[in-house]
């Protein structure tokens, strides 16, 4: 044999010899991520068919993210989970949560409301569990009754009010009326109208509150009433740019648009909306996420199922970045200057390290179409224009243990 050819030889060998022992070596088991996603649901009405919530808004988005990070996962050793458990919108979410944290669950995406959130946080304490809020917008979860292992990806209401003002105010459309409904949660949101008025130069001239009365206003009586008592209900207002509408518990909001006595542009929970995602948004690489979305789940991407997405693609990215499933240390890494997000909403985003809000834009829409993004031009802010929207960190009554 020509001495030429030996090297050759001895390599291939060799090359044999340590793919049989790779071969001998035990294969690594992918590291297991587990999440939950509790959500407390019940059907509910809305003034019109169309606005019918799809039976697995959010949990819609949270399993195509489960999807993504499995396609990722699959080179770096993670595998993901869903486990999803479901209550009524009062009851009490206890043993639900004790019931995922058993089967291993820490990390737990929750749609419920604020009461329900606030009664596990010694829960979640005592377990080293992680919350991520995808669907509670009151602002004193992120405030006075802040977490340190609750996070949120849905927005605030300061911060969908803050986005819509802001937009009014770049409009110079500077003089508003507000109606109000007669729920909480109603009146939650015109204080949120109320408190960026004043922050951002607005004028509030009047206000008024329609009273729910309980009556059947998607019959076609109701309708008719409607026609008739919404332009006497509106007669009284003075000069005015924009009727700004409250109304989250859908009484009467949708009523509001061509039938005030005076023509005017209404905005707010009816009109132009705020919100933390549209389903027409197809801006920076949106084409890309609705069409996977759709193709997945035959509809388009709803603000919720957003949240739910980006609350998976958070862990994703944490436990990648982490190498570990540890919720301290994703905790640790989420509030780290190292961290960020892309979520298709033209920036990174980050969370306030002073209460774990998720800066993001809020889009502004109608029924068809994005109208605009905000912040909007202009507005500007030392540390991020995200933290034009919402409550600052020097006004910030969180205090995290």
């Known amino acids: 044999m020509p001495l030429l050819f030996l090297p050759l030889i001895m390599t291939a060998f060799a090359a044999i010899g340590h793919s049989e022992a790779l071969a001998q070596q035990p294969v690594q088991e992918p590291l297991q991520v587990r999440l939950g996603y509790l959500r407390a ?11 019918l919530a799809p039976r697995d808004e959010g949990v819609a988005g949270a399993n195509v993210a489960i999807a993504d990070n499995n396609t990722t996962g699959s080179f770096l050793g993670q ?6 458990v479901e209550v009524k919108l009062d009851d009490d ?8 944290i058993a089967k291993g669950v820490d990390y737990i995406l929750m749609d419920v409301s604020a009461e329900q959130l606030l009664s596990i946080t010694d829960l979640i304490s005592n377990r080293d569990a992680l919350v991520f809020n995808i669907g509670a917008t009151d602002d004193r979860l992120r405030e006075e009754a802040c977490h340190s292992r609750i996070f949120h990806t849905a927005p605030t209401r300061t911060m969908l009010a803050d986005g819509l003002v802001q937009y009014l105010i770049w409009k110079q459309w500077r003089r508003w009326v507000l109606i109000h409904g007669s729920h909480d949660r109603d009146k939650l949101f015109a204080d949120a109208l109320r408190r960026a ?8 001239l009047l206000e008024k509150e329609f009273t729910d009365t309980g009556t059947a206003r998607r019959t076609d009586s109701g309708v008719v009433q409607i026609q008739r008592q919404m332009p006497v209900f509106t007669q009284d207002f003075p000069e005015h740019d924009v009727v700004l509408v409250a109304d989250e518990s859908e009484v009467f909001g949708t009523y509001v648009p061509y039938r ?26 949106g084409t890309q996420i609705q069409n996977r979305f759709a193709k997945a789940n035959g509809r388009r991407m709803l603000w919720k199922d957003m949240a ?11 436990v990648t970045r982490t190498q570990s499933a540890e919720t301290q240390k994703t905790a640790e890494y989420l509030r780290s200057p190292d961290f960020s997000i892309a979520a298709f909403k033209g920036q990174k985003l980050t969370f306030r390290t002073w209460n774990g809000q998720l800066r993001q834009p809020i889009f502004l829409g109608d029924g068809r179409s994005v109208v605009s993004t905000s912040p909007q031009e202009g ?6 224009e995200l933290d034009t ?5 020097p006004e910030t009554q969180c205090v995290l243990d």
Do not use: N
């Open 260 to 285: 005030t006595w005076t023509p005017r542009p209404v905005a707010g929970t009816a009109g132009l909306i705020p919100s933390a995602w549209h389903p027409a948004s197809e801006q920076w690489g």
């Open 197 to 204: 008025a004043e922050r951002f130069g607005g004028e509030i």
């Open 93 to 100: 979410i206890t043993a639900a949560t004790e019931e995922l």
């Open 389 to 393: 929207l919402g409550v600052d960190q």
């Open 308 to 318: 739910a997405w980006t609350a998976v693609r958070v862990v994703g990215e944490a």
């Open 379 to 384: 507005f500007l802010h030392q540390v991020s």
């Open 41 to 51: 649901y019940e059907p509910q009405l809305t003034l019109s068919v169309l606005d």
């Open 79 to 84: 595998a993901y989970g869903l486990d999803v």
